[in-house]
Nanobody, 123 residues
Framework: QVQLVESGGALVQPGGSLKLSCVAT????????VGWARQAPGKERDGVAC????????YYIDSVKGRFTISRDNGKRTVTLEMTDLRAEDTGIYYC????????????????YGQGTQVTVSS
């Protein structure tokens, strides 16, 4: 079973930028998609971005489109989420995720989650 380890979470001011990284202990190229989910305070965990394997497209929830960019490097077994123009509502625990088989994303129940990294957007 692949394990996912996130890093990069921090306290950042509104309007700032942050880059989250995820390293997998095994290959990610065999899975349908990789993604990021977040859990805001008092809310359920929900997907925000996903990247389908190969030359597949990436998908985002509406509230992060144009501000977040997901990327993957199968050779390095890494998944990255670059976040710009951060807002208070982006605060939450961010989880690196894997979808093993085809399902609509990013709003999905993923098959693997990392332990999460905290992102706090506040002045």
């Amino acid at each position: 079973q692949v394990q996912l380890v996130e890093s990069g979470g921090a306290l950042v001011q509104p309007g700032g930028s942050l880059k989250l990284s995820c390293v997998a202990t095994g290959s990610i190229s065999d899975y349908y998609a990789v993604g990021w989910a977040r859990q805001a305070p008092g809310k359920e965990r929900d997907g925000v971005a996903c990247f389908v394997n190969g030359d597949g497209p990436s998908y985002y929830i509406d509230s992060v489109k144009g501000r977040f960019t997901i990327s993957r490097d199968n050779g390095k077994r890494t998944v990255t989420l670059e976040m710009t123009d951060l807002r208070a509502e982006d605060t939450g625990i961010y989880y690196c995720t894997i979808l093993t088989h085809m399902r609509p994303c990013p709003r999905a129940t993923y098959d693997f989650y990392g332990q999460g990294t905290q992102v706090t957007v506040s002045s």
